[in-house]
């Protein structure tokens, strides 16, 4: 260490557990590459390799008091990072005793895979709300047939233009109830939601149960993975995609909103106090997505919100927020996508989450992509 550091403190973990389960804001970060982290892993840690740190630290966790526990295999990675970390101006940094291997001992349940949390969370919906599937061969089936039925991919556009099953139409999760008004007017149109796999086949069709639209829903059993494995053909380079709704859709879809606002309790809050929030983020760290599609987002945002489609940010929450039990706060256009989200997040066990009133109405906009700060450059600039 250079002169000047300071050792970080060692945490125990049973004392790490009892952080875990006690509810207040955590940021648990595994600092090991990615194919290693997903081999073995806590179940709410956060990936964030060490190679990476300076590039998405300030993001994962944007408050620079947020308790952070780090966690490796018990070779000097969390030490590596802690110091980084201090240098950066993050003051409660503490490193697991012994990684996951003092996790492990301490007879404590390990979990292989990405998004794990995210990924339980689709299992448990499809269980508790007997979300209904089809098979890839029933499905097949009933496109060879040219029944009344519309396939909309789940997806980013940017996954759905690398495979694609057959007739279908990229919707990501929370553009789904959004959109399908248009899509699938007449309520006889069976409505059909994949992925990839499985989680946000079931969230996205159950988004689509929840909201109450008329058509009868069913999720992709195993996504376009099950299709190509069943020996079906896919596409490749497709676009299909709807970037717009009609008035009369767009109303169908306020509405749907609001029944899903008040089944799950869903708070709006209002500019004034985002404005205390953003004015307390010293002291309580809040999150602030924008959930619409990337073009949306690039035309304009609320000042310092990061782009975090619906869908994505449901699938893979530990991948965009790394303190639990933080505030979160999502901004749409109109309140259907963020209250969408909202009303998975709050299931998830996220319980500050809250919907922006107003959207973007009269607010001053950033344009253009947003690229994350990179950590200690502005030292560096000042060093300069």
Not at 154 to 173: A, F, H, K, L, Q
Request: aromatic fraction near 6%.
């Amino acid at each position: 260490f250079r002169g000047g550091d300071i050792m970080p403190g060692q945490m125990s973990a049973d004392a790490l557990k009892k952080l875990i389960v006690g509810g207040g804001e955590l940021a648990i970060l595994d600092v090991r590459e990615e194919g290693v982290f997903s081999e073995r892993h806590m179940l709410y840690a956060s990936s964030l390799p060490l190679s990476r740190l300076e590039l998405s630290i300030y993001d994962l966790v944007p408050r620079r008091s947020a308790p952070i526990v780090l966690c490796d295999d018990d070779d000097g990675l969390s030490e590596r990072a802690a110091i980084m970390l201090t240098r950066f101006g993050y003051d409660d940094v503490s490193i697991l005793e012994r990684g996951m291997k003092g996790w492990e001992d301490a007879d404590n349940v390990v979990f292989s895979g990405v998004n794990v949390p995210s990924k339980a969370f689709g299992e448990f919906v499809e269980v508790n709300y007997h979300t209904p599937n089809i098979s890839a061969e029933e499905l097949h089936g009933k496109i060879e047939a040219g029944e009344d039925m519309v396939v909309l991919d789940s997806r980013p556009i940017g996954e759905y233009r690398r495979m694609n099953i057959p007739t279908g139409v990229d919707v990501p999760g929370a553009e789904l109830v959004h959109r399908v008004h248009d899509i699938a007017p007449s309520p006889d149109t069976l409505v059909v939601v994949n992925c990839a796999g499985r989680t946000r086949s079931i969230i996205g069709a159950q988004s689509l149960i929840n909201a109450g639209i008329p058509n009868r829903v069913m999720a992709l059993r195993n996504g376009t993975m099950g299709w190509e494995l069943a020996g079906f053909d896919i596409e490749r380079g497709n676009d299909k995609r709807v970037l717009s709704s009609s008035a009369e859709a767009t109303g169908k879809a306020k509405e749907a909103a609001a029944r899903v606002a008040q089944r799950f309790g869903i708070r709006t809050i209002d500019r004034a106090m985002l404005e205390t929030w953003i004015a307390e983020r010293d002291t309580r760290s809040l999150y602030l997505f924008d959930v619409r599609n990337p073009e949306e987002f690039e035309a304009g945002h609320f000042p310092g919100s990061v782009w975090a489609p619906g869908g994505q940010l449901v699938q893979a929450t530990d991948t965009y927020a790394a303190a639990r039990n933080s505030r979160i706060a999502l901004i749409d256009d109109n309140g259907v996508r963020a209250t969408m989200t909202a009303s998975w997040l709050v299931q998830m066990g996220w319980n500050d989450v809250v919907v922006l009133d107003g959207g973007l109405t009269g607010v001053t906009l950033e344009t253009g992509p947003r690229t994350g700060e990179i950590a200690g450059l502005e030292k560096a600039r000042v060093d300069d």
